[in-house]
C-alpha cells in the first residue's frame, strides 16, 4: 500500500521556489530519510505531507487524500518538529492526558515510561522548555501517538549526544514493535543511516533520488591513481568529486556505471553521507577552492 | 560484535557473517533456528529490512532454509559449506593481499613463510 504518493508538486513563498517539481511514492511500513542541504525544500515537503501548507501545484495524497484541511490525515499522521505548540494553559501532563482524545491508537504507557525515564518534570509549561528538552518532549509525544504516518523534522536538534543515540534506539524499538511509515529529515545521514531502508534526497526542491540504503552504497566510487591515467578513466563518466592530493595524485568520486576495469588507480566505497553531499554541492570542487 | 555502519562492507554482509561465525562456532546448531529479522534488528541496532536481506543471502547460499511461518533454520551442511566458501574465497583473497603487501616492501618468500610459522607458534 502507498502511504505517500506526489506528482510535480511545486510550491513557492513569494517569489522563493521552495519546491520546484517533487515526484515520488513511499510504501507503508517503511523508514525513509529524508535527506538535503539546509532550504533544500524539507521542511516544506514535510509540511504539505502534514496538510499544514497547500501546495501551489501538482498532486499530493496521503493514505489516498489530499492532506490540507483533511481530517482522516490530521488524525493518523503526526509532523514533530521545533514548531510544535501546545496551549500554555496546560502542563507537560495535560499534555499527555488530553492526547487520546487526538490520537485514538496513543500509547500512554510508552509515553510516561518515556517522559519518567527523560526526566522531565510534570508540572512544567512546554513554551518554558529548553530546545532540548522540548525536542526531547516532542519526541515522545510522537512516538506514543502510534500515527500511521510519523515525521520527524530534524528531530534531535539541540539535543545532546546520550539523548540522541536513546531517541534513534527508541524509534527502532517502536518501530519494530509497531511497525508503521517514518519519515525522518536530516542533515546528518551518517547519525540514521543505520535505521534507514530507504534515502530521498532531495535539492533545490526536486528529487535527486529515492533509493534503498544499500543502492545509494553502491551508488559512487572513488578513484586515486596517477593524473593523466584517473583523467583518462573518468573521461566518460559522471563526475561527482574531484580534489587534487599533490602533484601526481588525483581523486575523483564518479557515478559507477556498470564495471570497470580499473587497473593502475586505486578505488575506494563511498559512504551514503559523502554521496549526498558531494552530489548537493554547488561546485564541483569545495571549500579548499576557496583558499586556493 | 557490534555492527560499523560507516564500514565498507554493507551491513547486511555483516549481519550474514556474523550468523555464519556463531554457525562455525557451533551456537547455532543444523536444524536449529537462527534469529529473526526483527531480533537481529534489535540485537545490533539496524533496520529490520537491512536484517532480512542477511538473513536472505545465507538462504539463497543453502546455509539457512526457511519454514513458513516458523522462520528461518540453518541447513544440515551449513557448517561445511561455510567453511568451504571462506577457504576458497576469503583465505584466498586475504593471502592475496598478504603476497602483496609483501612484494611492495620487498619481503621475500622465505621471509613470508618464515613470518607466517612465527604467527602460528605465537598464537
Known sequence: MKVIECQHVKKSYRKIHALEDITFQIEDHKITGLIGRNGAGKTTLLKILAGFVNEDTGDVRVFSNHPFNNLCVSANSILVDNQMSFPDSLTLADILEIAPSFYSKWDAQLAARLFHYFNLNPKQQHSKLSTGTRGTFNMIFGLATRCELTMFDEPTNGMDEAVRTDFYRALLKEYIAHPRTILISSHHLAEIEHLLEDILLIHKGKVVFHKSLEEVKEYAVGIQGPIEKVIEFTSQMEILHTKQMNDQLLYTVVKKDGPMNLEGVSTKPISPSDICMYITSDSKGGIDDVFN | ?123
Open chain 2, 1 to 123: 560484535m557490534n555492527i560499523a555502519a560507516d564500514s565498507t562492507k554493507p551491513i547486511y554482509i555483516q549481519i550474514a557473517e556474523w550468523i555464519e561465525n556463531e554457525i562455525i562456532a557451533d551456537r547455532f546448531k543444523s536444524d536449529e533456528k537462527v534469529h529473526s529479522q526483527y531480533q537481529l534488528a534489535d540485537l545490533f541496532n539496524i533496520n529490520p529490512a537491512t536484517a532480512a536481506k542477511g538473513l536472505t543471502i545465507l538462504v539463497d547460499q543453502e546455509i539457512l532454509y526457511k519454514k513458513r511461518g516458523l522462520g528461518m533454520f540453518v541447513a544440515i551442511k551449513a557448517k561445511a559449506t561455510i567453511i568451504k566458501k571462506r577457504r576458497s574465497e576469503t583465505l584466498t583473497r586475504m593471502a592475496m593481499e598478504l603476497v602483496l603487501e609483501a612484494r611492495r616492501l620487498s619481503v621475500s618468500e622465505d621471509e613470508l613463510i618464515q613470518l607466517i610459522k612465527r604467527c602460528e607458534e605465537e598464537q
